[in-house]
């Protein structure tokens, strides 16, 4: 259905399907590291932040829900944020858990 919908898209937008599926290609080639912090990158460019300029990490997960938190999720963040990509604010409560994500490179 994914396919049937670009075929029916307006050029525009299958122009941009054609991008990032490269994009996505590209990812894949480097690794499985690689490829979860370009799918994080891409969902937190592509997603409205709060009034502060933070995303949450509930909604994150919600968009994210095929991907491990714990496994995949949570790591790929922290590496995001070690490469400057984002910044992550944490609560006491469960400082090991992403609480909010700002988004400080856009794709």
């Known amino acids: 259905m994914l396919l049937l919908e670009i075929l029916r898209a307006a050029l525009a937008y299958q122009h941009a399907a054609v991008y990032v599926a490269n994009y996505a290609v590209a990812l894949r080639k480097q690794g499985r590291e690689a490829h979860a912090e370009g799918v994080v990158h891409y ?53 090991s858990l992403p609480n909010r994500v700002q988004l400080r490179i856009p794709l």
């Open 43 to 95: 969902a937190l460019s592509r997603m409205r932040p709060d009034a502060d300029g933070f995303v949450s990490f509930a909604r994150l997960r919600d968009i994210l829900c095929d991907i491990s938190t714990s496994g995949t999720l949570v790591p790929a963040l922290l590496r995001l944020e070690n490469a400057g990509v984002v910044s992550i604010e944490r609560t006491q409560e469960a400082p």
